[in-house]
């Protein structure tokens, strides 16, 4: 029979967490608090001691080494920030978690509403580019295979191929729409983020002014874009029902690259008082000779990683580790991405040893991202060239 767990009175875990590390001789892990936190006021959720350890570093805690906690020294430069959270509630515990990567399925709206201010170091999402291609009555077209806002490529060589959503049929009104959801989505997250926090965000040619027009009303910071360079089958066809007619003409540029647009929350000081206090601001460098650049070469998501994770929109662990790794400029703190899918930003945080937060509205994208985010932080990037999916859950 399951125990049932005892709910705290708020302070109860914060203060048991604050005198467990008083009283260590040397850093503890998360596991090793969680474990003491129990033998001073009982039974307690390691989620929650997790949690509170996760959002209040670098404030009130010290990261030393790979996951172990201590308190910071009284000559130490980090400050104690109390508009970190000091409570997790049982609403707050992770539907699911894998290493230092934890999923909620939620409406992101809904479940940022119930985050505290300067909680998140950084966002890396690829989010719903035209809104209509992932409501529940387009999902359920793409779902059935009759694709609606979809577009279904045909098999070429008994492969199948990826579904892209068609943007050129989004209408004036549906434009102003996703200025509008953008524009309170970057409202909603600002106060959650930590000042100097990257935001890095995918987006297509056809609508990244939209999106980004919105970002920067709703108060970010624009810093400019990352070009994903990579051939995709958007663009390049002959006008329909007259091909024939028209063989020398293609309607649209045959798309040769992917905007991620990159934003920030307006500092606190200088750059490097914002380091200093935050722990953001910037990009990790590649190394002490060479910056995170904004030109990155990828090929498509190949079969092997699809196969691990059918989800349409897919980006390769290739790419998304090299963002990843650069949102965090000193290496510590916690990646969110409000847009999880099938959990690959997780992956590629959970890969390069990050905390990381997914939300995920969508329960078969949630489902499948329980099951993908281990197996694509594991997965080895290779030289992959066979850009062929094996069959996608839509």
């Known amino acids: 029979m399951k125990k049932t767990q005892q709910r705290k009175e708020p302070g109860v875990v914060r203060d048991a967490i604050i005198n467990v590390l008083s009283e260590a001789d040397e850093p503890l892990s998360a596991t090793e608090v ?39 020294q009284e000559d130490s430069t980090l400050e104690v920030h109390e508009e970190a959270v000091a409570y997790y509630d049982e609403a707050s515990f992770p539907d699911f978690s894998c290493g230092k990567s934890r999923m909620f399925n939620a409406d992101c709206f809904d479940w940022l509403d119930s985050q505290p201010a300067n909680s998140f170091h950084a966002i890396v999402t690829d989010p719903p580019y035209g809104l209509r291609e992932y409501t529940p009555e387009e999902l359920g077209k793409l779902r059935s295979g009759h694709g609606g806002v979809w577009r279904l490529p045909p098999s070429f060589d008994g492969s199948r191929r990826s579904p892209l959503p068609r943007f050129t049929v989004l209408d004036g009104r549906q434009r102003d729409n996703l200025y509008s959801f953008f524009r309170k989505w970057g409202q909603a997250v600002l ?32 810093r400019g874009e990352i070009v994903r360079l990579t051939m995709t089958m958007r663009g390049g066809d002959r006008p329909k029902n007259a091909e024939q007619e028209f063989d020398g003409v293609s309607v649209m540029p045959r798309s040769m690259w992917e905007p991620w647009l990159v934003f920030r929350k307006p500092l606190e000081g200088r750059v490097q008082d914002n380091l200093r206090k935050w722990g953001t601001g910037g990009f990790r460098r590649i190394g002490p000779d060479k910056p995170f650049g904004d030109v990155i070469k990828s090929s498509p998501t190949g079969k092997n990683e699809r196969g691990l994770a059918p989800h349409p929109s897919l980006k390769p662990q290739a790419f998304l580790r090299q963002i990843v790794r650069a949102s965090l400029p000193l290496g510590r703190g916690c990646v969110l991405d409000t847009f999880a899918g099938s959990g690959s ?31 694509l932080s594991r997965f080895r990037v290779g030289e992959e060239r066979d850009t062929t999916t094996l069959p996608l859950v839509f």
């Open 34 to 72: 969680s474990s003491r936190v129990a033998d001073l006021i009982g039974e307690t959720p390691e989620s929650s001691v997790r949690s509170y350890l996760l959002l209040n570093t670098p404030g009130k805690f010290r990261r030393s080494g790979r996951g172990l906690y201590e308190l910071p």
């Open 345 to 375: 930003t997780l992956a590629a945080a959970e890969a390069v040893g990050y905390d990381s937060v997914g939300v995920e509205r969508d329960r078969t994208y949630f489902e499948l991202a329980c099951g993908s985010i281990p197996k």
């Open 191 to 222: 106060p959650r983020l930590v000042p100097g926090a990257n935001v890095i965000m995918a987006s297509n040619p056809l609508l990244s002014y939209v999106v980004s027009s919105a970002l920067a009303s709703a108060g970010l910071e624009r």
